[in-house]
């Protein structure tokens, strides 16, 4: 089993859905949790991070993180055609005092007008 | 400010040959990452530099491949000789401790295709 495990899709949705992006983990160890978005032939964008659980919202986006269930959830409000990308989860916990990412496989998400 | 810079963006090679892509990462960033990226197991990391020392190479996946880093400006993974299974999107990626914890900074990757 992989320490990160996301589904990597197609998830196809109209423009103006609500989308929903999830990942589930295996290591307690996690605290900083991050989604980046990544655009056709160019590097990931960190787009939000949260740290321990709870929610954080910035704008259109809301992230949301259950340490109990080892799941955490992107949520996409009023979905635009810009918004087309792939989506990495990745997490992070102090290895010998440097934090290191482990990266989801992604959700590529296709919003059609 | 210029981003994280990596080169060439494209290279195809044929099985046997030497490899380099190189990264320039951004300027006062003390940590420098190699991911690599493919549909199957998305990105992995395969090697991490702080302060210019690799401190975490466990990623690299054989003895063809290597990394340095001379300067804290510059990097480079070297991939000798290259196989048809090396072919993925190489990602530099560089990063400062006083930043958020896990902010990375990604260049836009070099596409290798080895045939």
């Known amino acids: 089993q992989k320490e990160v495990e996301q589904d990597p899709g197609p998830l196809s949705v109209p423009e103006g859905a609500i989308v929903s992006l999830n990942c589930t983990y295996s290591n307690s160890a996690f605290q900083y949790f991050m989604w980046y978005r990544q655009y056709s032939r160019k590097g990931p964008e960190l787009l939000m991070y949260t740290y321990s659980s709870g929610n954080k919202e910035d704008g259109r986006f809301t992230a949301q993180v259950d340490k109990s269930s080892k799941y955490i959830s992107l949520f996409i409000r009023d979905s635009q055609p810009s918004d087309s990308a792939t989506y990495l989860c990745?997490?992070?916990?102090?290895?010998?005092?440097?934090?290191?990412?482990?990266f989801g496989r992604g959700t590529s998400l296709i919003v059609h007008p | 400010d210029a981003g994280v810079i990596q080169s060439p963006r494209h290279e195809v090679t044929e099985m046997g040959q030497e490899v380099t892509l190189r990264c320039k990462p951004i300027?006062?960033?003390?940590?420098l990452f190699w991911y690599r990226q493919t549909m199957m197991r998305g990105l992995e990391l395969l090697i991490y530099f702080n302060n210019n020392v690799p401190i975490d190479d466990s990623g690299m996946p054989e003895d063809r491949f290597s990394a340095k880093m001379p300067n804290a400006s510059f990097s480079t993974l070297k991939i000798q000789p290259s196989e048809p299974r090396d072919s993925a999107v190489y990602f530099c990626a560089s990063s400062s401790q006083g930043m958020s914890a896990g902010e990375l900074f990604f260049g836009e990757g070099s596409r290798l295709t080895v045939l």
């Open positions: 990745a997490m992070s916990g102090t290895t010998g005092g440097s934090y290191i990412p482990t």
């Open positions: 300027s006062g960033h003390n940590s």
